[in-house]
């Protein structure tokens, strides 16, 4: 294949749901698929209870910081996960558009974001099937 499948992960505070899938992705699919993040309404700095979360999967996301969403990042994606950013997110036809309903893990503890890590993980996986079925 000549061209690298792109991902972007998109929720409002690019925090949680969309650091922790971009994350996975990054991780599982070992560089074959180009993967974003971005949020609507970025926060300051990713939530502590996913960074926990993920560190005891062997994920490391304390480097990450949330970024704001930009029309380019969607443009330059070939496929569009939002979680939760409802019609903020542009719209461009020809991309594969998907809305992954998880609860959000603002505010929560690392007991109630290991949950939504582990659903995130199955997405991730069958995303990748989807994309790059010879990684699986």
């Known amino acids: 294949m000549s061209h690298k499948p792109s991902v972007l992960f998109v929720c409002v505070h ?26 609507s309404q970025p926060a300051e700095k990713v939530n ?21 969403l930009t029309t380019e990042a969607v443009q330059d994606s070939d496929v569009v996960i939002t979680m939760g950013c409802g019609d903020e997110c542009p719209y461009f036809p020809g991309k594969r558009y998907e809305d992954w ?26 995303l990748i099937a989807s994309l790059i079925p010879a990684q699986i």
């Open 14 to 39: 690019n925090a949680g749901r969309s650091q922790m899938a971009a994350a996975f992705l990054t991780t599982l699919s070992r560089g074959a698929i180009e993967v974003r993040s971005a949020g």
């Open 48 to 68: 502590p209870a996913a960074v926990e979360a993920m560190a005891e999967v062997g994920i490391d996301m304390s480097a990450e910081i949330p970024k704001i």
């Open 101 to 126: 309903v998880l609860e959000d893990p603002a505010g929560k503890g690392v007991d109630s974001v290991r949950p939504i890590r582990d659903e995130i993980k199955t997405r991730v996986e069958a």
